[in-house]
């Protein structure tokens, strides 16, 4: 009985294996259907229901461990799009997925490195993205690890990220520099997606541009965080350290803030992220760190993902299979459906059980039922949860704003505040002036009061001036004394003066709260002026006094006798007044006491306003400092820019022309001079940067631009000028680099000198003047005598021509007899006629030119005509070298041919040439002239008789070799049927052989002709001077009249054309 009852217990547990093992079945099914779902080689971005199960099922299985055991299985080296959505859909799993995911990714981070450097190490558009993708991918997972306090969806509060920085400095450096990092990875994927799109509306509208735009979403999440810890650990770091040391952290956040920006601003106006995402605005300009209340004008950047409730149904796509929530509530179904099975058995064993399986049967229903009701409540607060969190974080947007307002409300407060002690200050120094003033009137009360006790003394000495003339010696010694004190009075008073002066001088520069102050010393110093002037009057009046003493003293002189007997009665009255000269003497010694005073506080103020100055000036010093790094920056940024742009691929189709960059670098050593000088000024006066300021800033755009377009003339210069051009090029940027850290510093700001890039572009302007069409080599004002002197070496190398025909005339009737010595006369003959005809076409071609200046230049001289016409006359100089050229190739064609060591078909060409080269000489020649010139009808009559003297040449050779050649005669009689097919096919198989070669030596032909056209244009340019129509210095054998060409490839200029034989030569 007791294992009857046993039985219903093992079948439970037996039932809730199978339905946990089923349950994990479908769950693992369900994974494998979303991840192969999701993960695919479709160009579309990644669905969200697919990501949605997945992170799910990280939170199910408290991990990513089934995730990555079926990622593990996905051809991801195979297909750049495939390792394009696993990237997604990792970045999905480590954002907000189960924290333990973390853990169980960074076990694969090996595998993820490797992924990255080998798509990294293909040419793929999607190759490139998903080597940036991992590299964003590992140093999220690292940082993360590291700091595991801040969770991979970067949402925490900034107390938690106080807490993770701490109080020592050193961590606080460390946590900024890993997180630019972190954003500088952020960013880098950002703006190499954005640029491999078109921004507009049709492209971020196609499911190709959705694939590569879908993960951005994560990355405005993350940058949006990312950016205001930047913000928060800056302005730490500013409280605790130097803003000097802290200047490449706020350079480089600067670069940050404006990358971040443009990549919000352009994400914000593609249609795609209208709808899935709402971005932030930066705010205008950069935080200013080095001022601490600008932290309360900084708002936290709140990202919000609209809330969007995807219906549950049925889809008409073909890779969904079947609609489910969630979390499936359908798992139980199968098993429930399998325990009529596992039930038949113990059935069939032990009978039926009615109560206890109609009771397990009602427990399944109402327990599908709980569970149908748990997932549809689950489902509602999921709905729930998101419209809370959408309201909290607009809650967190105000409460940001009211934050910032409440910092700004502070802010205000502590400026009015100190408005209000200042206020405070100047009322009390306005109740010290005015105590000042008060007492002031005090003192100049007393001296008034004393001059009319001095004023009643001197009454009584005019009514007792008998004893004063009995004591006139002791007046006398009164007086000087008296005197004395006035010119102690005297220097007083100018050096009162003196410093009056130097007040108003320093009262103009003086700011306006000074000036108060300055008018009470004004009122001071007309008060003591007052004083003095009244001093003085007082002692004249004394003065005119004494003299009326003594004028009257011999009149008096009578008197004295009666007047010593009451001498002894004055006696005391006398000692009375000496007691009374002793109190003013001590009252002007206070006075003097008193002045001294006041002139010690005037000192100390000038001091003190003398160290203000000092003070002033440093500040001065260090502000245009900081204007020279920022300027010296912002060259930095110029030339690096210039240099990036020498390995930019889309800059290889970029072109320049050697002139372009000459003026460039010619401006830029212009540019040198002028930093050289302002460097020099800056020093001598530290006060003042202007000069080298704006010598910098037109120094770094000239230089940047002479390497753009010195890589640019690289392009279509040869092998060796353009990697020289292009090493130079980098060379300035290296040694423009150097010159702008120096400054930087002020250590090295003494040594900072460009004469090194003064020697790179230098090299450079060598090396565009190297690569400068030939034609310009000349000067204008030379081009007048270089017309005449290649006319006349033309005239010249002709009858040089003409005398060597008549001696190889003679030598080939002293050698040769018969046939051969008719032919070598009639061909030597006929190419004496046409060096004549060519003799006579120069001649008339000279003096057409001479009309054609005497008539076009007007009140210029020739060699401004010419130099005025410099194209025309360039045509001038090229057709005369063509000319003289020709004349000299077919003396050389003819020696050959009379001594049977060259061909007739040179003579030929060469004939062809030299009417190709007279008739560029007439066409030259006729550019200028008058229609109804007489001359220029005389040297078409002259080009034509020249045409017909070149066709007798060639008929003459043609004659000749007829005449000389063996033709045997052709008897086949005495071959065979099958000796005649075998010599058919061999004269077929030499036939073609033929063809072939002159198909072959055709398009050689033309391919030397456009070479030829594109090289040099004049055949003997760089022939030595006197056109190389020395026959000394003539080649002995050349087998083409173009086998002279120039080593630089470069256009021909626009005067020269190509001299190009005529197209029925070989006819």
């Known amino acids: 009985m007791n294992s009857i009852r046993r039985v219903p217990s093992r079948v439970k547990t037996k039932m809730t294996e199978t339905n946990l093992g089923a349950e994990r079945d479908n769950f693992d099914k369900k994974q494998l259907s979303s991840i192969s779902k999701a993960i695919n080689s479709n160009e579309a971005p990644v669905k969200e229901k697919h990501a949605r199960r997945i992170i799910l099922g990280t939170y199910r299985e408290k991990g990513a461990f089934t995730f990555w055991s079926y990622a593990l299985g996905i051809p991801l080296s195979s297909n750049a799009i495939v390792s394009w959505k696993f990237c997604h859909v990792l970045h999905k799993v480590l954002r907000d997925g189960h924290h333990n995911s973390l853990q169980d990714c960074m076990r694969h981070h090996g595998n993820i490195v490797e992924m990255g450097q080998l798509w990294g190490n293909l040419h793929d558009r999607y190759g490139q993205l998903v080597a940036l993708y991992c590299k964003l991918l590992c140093t999220k997972m690292e940082f993360h690890m590291k700091h595991s306090?801040?969770?991979?969806?970067?949402?925490?509060?900034?107390?938690?990220?106080?807490?993770?920085?701490?109080?020592?400095?050193?961590?606080?450096?460390?946590?900024?520099?890993?997180?630019?990092?972190?954003?500088?990875?952020?960013?880098?994927?950002?703006?190499?997606?954005?640029?491999?799109l078109n921004?507009?509306?049709?492209?971020?509208?196609?499911?190709?541009?959705?694939?590569?735009?879908?993960?951005?979403?994560?990355?405005?999440?993350?940058?949006?965080?990312?950016?205001?810890?930047?913000?928060?650990?800056?302005?730490?770091?500013?409280?605790?350290?130097?803003?000097?040391?802290?200047?490449?952290?706020?350079?480089?956040?600067?670069?940050?803030?404006?990358?971040?920006?443009?990549?919000?601003?352009?994400?914000?106006?593609?249609?795609?992220?209208?709808?899935?995402?709402?971005?932030?605005?930066?705010?205008?300009?950069?935080?200013?760190?080095?001022?601490?209340?600008?932290?309360?004008?900084?708002?936290?950047?709140?990202?919000?993902?609209?809330?969007?409730?995807?219906?549950?149904?049925?889809?008409?796509?073909?890779?969904?299979?079947?609609?489910?929530?969630?979390?499936?509530?359908?798992?139980?179904?199968?098993?429930?459906?399998?325990?009529?099975?596992?039930?038949?058995?113990?059935?069939?064993?032990?009978?039926p059980s009615n109560d206890r399986d109609i009771q397990i049967e009602n427990l399944q229903q109402d327990l599908e039922k709980l569970r149908a009701d748990l997932e549809r409540v689950k489902g509602e607060a999921q709905r729930y949860i998101t419209q809370l969190k959408s309201q909290i974080n607009s809650l967190e947007t105000e409460l940001e704003e009211q934050r910032v307002q409440k910092q700004r409300a502070l802010v205000e407060n502590e400026q009015l505040r100190m408005e209000l002690e200042a206020t405070r200050r100047r009322n009390a120094e306005h109740e010290i002036v005015q105590a000042t003033f008060?007492?002031?009137?005090?003192?100049?009360?007393?001296?008034?009061?004393?001059?009319?006790?001095?004023?009643?003394?001197?009454?009584?000495?005019?009514?007792?001036?008998?004893?004063?003339?009995?004591?006139?010696?002791?007046?006398?010694?009164?007086?000087?004394?008296?005197?004395?004190?006035?010119?102690?009075?005297?220097?007083?008073?100018?050096?009162?003066?003196?410093?009056?002066?130097?007040?108003k001088l320093d009262a103009d520069m003086k700011l306006e709260e000074q000036k108060f102050e300055m008018k009470k010393l004004k009122r001071d110093f007309e008060e003591k002026q007052a004083e003095v002037e009244h001093v003085k009057g007082t002692l004249q009046r004394t003065e005119k006094v004494g003299e009326q003493l003594t004028s009257s003293m011999l009149a008096l002189q009578a008197e004295k006798e009666r007047l010593m007997r009451s001498a002894s009665e004055k006696e005391a009255e006398l000692s009375s007044l000496s007691q009374a000269a002793q109190l003013q003497q001590s009252s002007l010694q206070q006075e003097r006491d008193r002045s001294t005073r006041e002139l010690g506080e005037l000192q100390g103020k000038l001091q003190e306003k003398s160290r203000r100055e000092v003070q002033l000036q440093q500040k001065l010093l260090e502000e245009q400092f900081s204007l020279l790094q920022g300027t010296v920056s912002e060259a930095e940024y110029i030339i690096q820019d210039a240099v990036a742009k020498l390995d930019d691929p889309l800059h290889i189709r970029c072109t320049s022309s050697p002139d372009y960059l000459v003026s460039r670098a010619e401006a830029t050593l212009g540019s040198?001079?002028?930093?050289?000088?302002?460097?020099?000024?800056?020093?001598?006066?530290?006060?003042?940067?202007?000069?080298?300021?704006?010598?910098?800033?037109?120094?770094?755009?000239?230089?940047?631009?002479?390497?753009?377009?010195?890589?640019?003339?690289?392009?279509?210069?040869?092998?060796?000028?353009?990697?020289?051009?292009?090493?130079?090029?980098?060379?300035?940027?290296?040694?423009?680099?150097?010159?702008?850290?120096d400054l930087k510093s002020k250590a090295s700001l003494q040594r900072a000198d460009p004469a090194s890039i003064r020697i790179v572009v230098e090299n450079i302007l060598k090396l565009g003047e190297e690569l400068r069409p030939k034609g310009m080599d000349v000067r204008q004002d030379e081009l007048g005598d270089l017309v005449d002197k290649e006319m006349a070496a033309t005239s010249a190398a002709i009858e040089k021509a003409v005398s060597r025909i008549d001696e190889m005339m003679n030598q080939a009737r002293m050698d040769t007899s018969g046939v051969k010595l008719e032919v070598n006369e009639r061909i030597l003959y006929s190419c004496t006629d046409l060096m004549k005809a060519i003799h006579l076409l120069v001649l008339t071609s000279t003096d057409l030119q001479k009309e054609i200046v005497e008539g076009g230049r007007g009140a210029a001289t020739i060699k401004e005509f010419y130099a005025r016409n410099s194209r025309w006359t360039e045509g001038l100089i090229s057709a005369s070298k063509a000319v003289g050229w020709g004349a000299t190739q077919m003396v050389e064609s003819a020696d050959k041919v009379v001594l049977h060591t060259g061909k007739y078909e040179e003579l030929i060409v060469c004939s062809h040439e030299i009417a190709a080269s007279t008739a560029q000489l007439v066409a030259s020649s006729k550019v200028k002239a008058d229609r109804n010139s007489t001359k220029l009808t005389a040297l078409q009559q002259a080009s034509r008789h020249v045409n017909e003297m070149a066709?007798?040449?060639?008929?003459?050779?043609?004659?000749?070799?007829?005449?000389?050649?063996?033709?045997?005669?052709?008897?086949?009689?005495?071959?065979?049927?099958?000796?005649l097919k075998m010599e058919e096919m061999e004269s077929q198989v030499k036939v073609l052989e033929l063809e072939n070669q002159l198909g072959n030596e055709r398009l050689r032909l033309g391919e030397l002709r456009k070479k030829h056209y594109n090289i040099a244009g004049a055949p003997a340019a760089d022939l030595p001077e006197g056109n190389g129509l020395d026959p000394s210095l003539a080649p002995v054998a050349p087998s083409s009249p173009k086998s002279s060409k120039p080593s630089v490839m470069r256009k021909p200029d626009l005067a020269q054309k190509p001299n190009l034989p005529p197209k029925n030569m070989f006819r």
């Open 149 to 196: 306090e801040i969770r991979s969806n970067l949402e925490v509060t900034d107390e938690v990220l106080e807490r993770v920085a701490g109080t020592d400095v050193n961590n606080v450096f460390q946590l900024t520099v890993k997180v630019f990092d972190y954003l500088d990875a952020e960013l880098r994927l950002a703006e190499t997606v954005i640029r491999q």
């Open 199 to 351: 921004t507009s509306i049709a492209i971020s509208t196609t499911t190709s541009g959705q694939c590569r735009l879908s993960p951005l979403i994560q990355v405005i999440q993350d940058c949006s965080h990312l950016y205001h810890f930047t913000v928060k650990l800056l302005f730490k770091l500013h409280a605790c350290l130097p803003a000097d040391t802290l200047q490449g952290h706020r350079d480089r956040f600067h670069d940050q803030f404006h990358s971040l920006k443009t990549f919000f601003n352009k994400a914000r106006d593609m249609q795609y992220f209208k709808r899935l995402i709402q971005i932030p605005k930066l705010p205008e300009s950069p935080p200013n760190f080095l001022h601490a209340a600008s932290l309360a004008k900084h708002a936290r950047p709140v990202v919000v993902i609209p809330s969007e409730d995807e219906p549950e149904q049925q889809e008409d796509d073909d890779d969904d299979d079947d609609p489910e929530p969630l979390i499936n509530v359908s798992d139980v179904t199968m098993p429930s459906m399998m325990v009529p099975q596992q039930f038949d058995k113990f059935d069939q064993t032990f009978g």
């Open 438 to 503: 008060g007492e002031a009137e005090t003192r100049a009360q007393a001296t008034e009061q004393r001059y009319t006790k001095l004023k009643e003394k001197h009454t009584e000495l005019v009514s007792s001036h008998a004893e004063l003339l009995r004591k006139s010696a002791d007046t006398v010694k009164i007086l000087s004394a008296t005197q004395q004190t006035q010119e102690e009075v005297e220097r007083t008073k100018q050096q009162l003066a003196f410093e009056v002066d130097r007040i």
């Open 672 to 741: 040198i001079d002028k930093v050289k000088k302002g460097h020099s000024d800056y020093l001598t006066n530290m006060g003042d940067a202007g000069g080298l300021l704006r010598a910098l800033t037109n120094f770094s755009h000239l230089a940047a631009d002479t390497i753009i377009n010195g890589s640019a003339t690289a392009h279509l210069a040869p092998t060796d000028h353009a990697d020289r051009l292009t090493e130079n090029c980098r060379g300035c940027a290296t040694q423009s680099l150097q010159f702008l850290k």
């Open 951 to 979: 066709a007798n040449v060639v008929a003459s050779t043609k004659t000749g070799q007829e005449h000389l050649e063996d033709k045997d005669t052709m008897d086949f009689s005495g071959m065979s049927l099958i000796k």
